[in-house]
């Protein structure tokens, strides 16, 4: 899972305990709520070493953006890879993300959130966070057999997650209405009959 267990502090180097406290805790508390004094005192790092490797808290948050990309990527496609033995299609996605939406360190999607709050200031977070979207695509595209609208149906099933994931941020426990999963699962199952029908007539 994406919480898997990290090094501890004394395996890592200044720059990794710095990245990896400000990825904690931007994840957690929210990039603009997180001040850079809080990373230091957490990193158990001086001013001096942070600074010497992030010149600036815009330098640290394209850094945050660019780590959580590599752990969040790498997890993804190990879960399809679990999950596919289990289910086939676009509705291998249904399980994946209920592993990453039981996860108690939880808060949505850490590229929709920051766009969210730096994206009318910060320009660079929207460049990261659509290559970061439109690499989740290309592994949703190899769930799905080639065929001419393999794209189209990757980026719908894209937005399906991505409605999922925004609507699991905002749900109660004990919600008795539909949840973010069941939705999700509706949406990936209709898309997968889509494609079945298709290949009857790509085949």
Not at 49 to 64: E, G, M, Q, V
Request: charged share 20%; glycine share 4%.
């Amino acid at each position: 899972m994406i919480s898997s267990i990290q090094p501890t502090q004394a395996e890592l180097s200044a720059r990794e305990r710095i990245l990896l406290t400000a990825h904690d805790l931007f994840y957690c508390d929210g990039v603009r709520a997180t001040g850079i004094d809080k990373v230091i005192a957490e990193a158990r790092v001086t001013k001096v070493t942070f600074y010497r490797h992030f010149p600036s808290k815009n330098d640290l948050i394209r850094a945050y953006l660019d780590y959580r990309h590599e752990r969040w990527m790498n997890w993804f496609v190990d879960a399809i890879n679990r999950y596919q033995a289990q289910t086939k299609g676009l509705s291998t996605l249904v399980p994946v993300m209920e592993e990453w939406f039981t996860n108690p360190v939880y808060r949505g999607c850490a590229f929709i959130n920051t766009v969210s709050e730096l994206g009318g200031i910060l320009p660079d977070v929207i460049d990261i966070s659509s290559r970061h979207k439109h690499d989740m695509m290309q592994v949703i595209a190899g769930l799905i057999p080639d065929c001419p609208s393999r794209e189209l149906l990757a980026n719908a099933a894209e937005i399906a997650v991505d409605g999922a994931i925004v609507k699991a941020q905002l749900e109660s426990k004990t919600d008795a209405e539909p949840t973010a999963l069941q939705g999700l699962s509706t949406l990936l199952s209709a898309l997968d009959n889509v494609i079945l029908d298709k290949n009857t007539i790509w085949m």
